[in-house]
């Protein structure tokens, strides 16, 4: 029987997973996301052509690979017809090799009401959420109000639906939140109709019996380990379970049929919304890193905060998810500086430590950096590990080190073939 690998991001999000899963695909016969929803955006890159997937796994481009949408993530009927719409589009025939968990919850027209409600009600306190209607999906799952794939195929589905948009009506209607409904529904309806097209199945049960015929299973988180409900910087987290044991819940796997643990990081740290971040630059130079990333969401635009490389948590993460290896990503956005920072310790109640602790708000806790020479050059034509400059080898020989991980693949640029194994 085989085991299933798992790739998430170790940061806080955007880290790049939607490119590696893409690149690694070829290994692979089934691909399974396992948690969130049309709040994640992972692009890829290949022959000319960027495609941002929200629900969708990232190894939908490839020839023969299967995609699960598992019973962890939550769907947005609207924003799936639209990604299915730009792959017919693309002429990608996704009906034989996309199929949805019936167990996975659905997001109604006015979750996302609900969410825009809930924040706008928070003020200055809030999350910086996507709006996609996370929150109140997640909510309702935990509260065992939600409406699921699998009801889609009921006949109480109507029923079923109208008594939860009551539900919410009555929260709206709390909140003193306008909104026109009779504006949203139609486009939710058909989409719905688009839904039905593919197959409805019980994912457990299909990736458990892929496994045991020694299939080979890559599980795809989205968010990153810092947005975890449990172990993010909460409350400005997302509302699920984005490390590894999210894998476990979100498709049906058992705990010892996890295989490898890859986890993504950038050379740097971005966020995007609200929240702690410890080695943000909020400067000139943080900005020199957002323009050279193209620091701006794949869901929302939104320009994300940058800042450099924060070492204690990235072990934090490391040991969350059990990470067996790692990768890598946008090392050329760091190619202009002559010298870079690596935080590796904090200032934390007057005591040098070198772990993440419960609050990571900037009152409690101040980065302690170490200087690293920078590579200052151009690295986006290089294609073999052999011709890295040596001030990235150290770089990566310095995180080995502080993380006692190896690092397998280092990400040149957001194609495909700008990706170099390190082994
Ligand atoms: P994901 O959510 O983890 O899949 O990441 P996103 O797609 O939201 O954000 C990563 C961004 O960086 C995308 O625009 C990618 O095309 C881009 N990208 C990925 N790897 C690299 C890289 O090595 N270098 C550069 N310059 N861009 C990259
Ligand atoms: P991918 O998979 C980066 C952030 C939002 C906000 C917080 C809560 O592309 O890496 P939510 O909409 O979940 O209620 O927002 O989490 N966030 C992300 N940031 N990448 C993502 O996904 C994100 N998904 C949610 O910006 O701060
Ligand atoms: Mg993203």
């Known amino acids: 029987m085989n085991k299933t690998d798992v790739l998430l991001g170790l940061q806080w999000g955007d880290e790049g997973k939607g490119k590696i899963v893409d690149v690694l695909t070829p290994d692979y016969d089934i691909i399974a996301r396992f948690q969130g929803g049309p709040n994640a955006g992972h692009t890829l890159e290949f022959n000319g052509i960027k495609h941002v997937l929200h629900t969708i796994p990232s190894g ?38 996309l199929v949805i968990s019936k167990r996975a919850h659905l997001i109604l027209p006015t979750h996302r009401l609900l969410d825009a409600a809930s924040e706008a009600a928070k003020g200055k306190n809030k999350i910086g959420s996507t709006l996609k209607g996370i929150g109140p999906t997640y909510m309702d799952k935990t509260g065992r109000n939600g409406l699921r794939v699998g009801d889609i195929e009921t006949k109480e589905f109507k029923a079923k639906y109208d008594a939860l948009v009551e539900k919410h009506k009555q929260l709206l ?3 003193n939140y306008e909104y026109n409904l009779q504006e949203l529904e139609p486009a939710w309806f058909e989409a719905i109709e688009t839904l039905k097209q593919l197959q409805f199945i019980d994912t457990e049960h299909y990736l458990n019996e892929a496994l045991s015929k020694n299939k080979r299973v890559l599980a795809e988180g989205a968010q990153g380990s810092l947005l975890d ?8 987290v997302t509302s699920s379970n ?8 979100g498709l049906g796997i058992a705990p010892n049929r996890i295989g490898n643990v890859i986890g ?18 909020d400067n000139e130079v943080g900005e020199s890193i957002r323009q050279a990333g ?30 067996t290896e790692l990768m890598m990503m946008k090392a050329d956005v760091l190619s202009d500086f002559k010298e870079l920072q690596i935080c590796t310790h904090y200032m934390h109640n007057g005591k040098t ?30 294609t073999e590990k052999s011709k890295l400059p040596v001030e990235l080898m150290d770089y990566i020989k310095f995180i080995e080190k502080e993380t006692a991980t190896p690092v397998s693949i280092v990400s040149v ?7 170099i194994k390190m082994s």
């Open 60 to 97: 939908i481009f490839h020839p023969t690979a299967i995609n699960v949408v598992g019973n962890g993530v939550v769907i947005d009927p609207v924003i799936f017809k639209k990604e299915l719409d730009a792959l017919t589009n693309l002429k990608v025939d996704y009906k034989s090799k």
């Open 173 to 175: 209607s709390y909140h």
């Open 229 to 236: 409900i449990d172990f993010g910087s909460y409350p400005f």
């Open 242 to 249: 984005t490390i590894c044991a999210g894998a476990c819940n």
């Open 264 to 281: 993504i990081f950038k050379a740097y740290c971005t966020r995007v919304g609200s929240g702690p971040f410890p080695t943000e630059l």
């Open 294 to 323: 193209r620091e701006f969401g794949s869901t929302t635009g939104r320009a994300r905060r940058t800042g450099w490389l924060d070492i204690p948590a990235l072990k934090y993460a490391i040991m969350i998810n059990g990470v």
């Open 353 to 382: 430590i070198d772990y993440l602790p419960y609050n990571i708000d900037p009152a409690y806790l101040q980065p302690i950096y170490t200087s690293i020479k920078g590579w200052n050059c151009d690295l986006t034509g290089i």
């Open 413 to 419: 640029g957001p194609d495909r073939t700008q990706t």
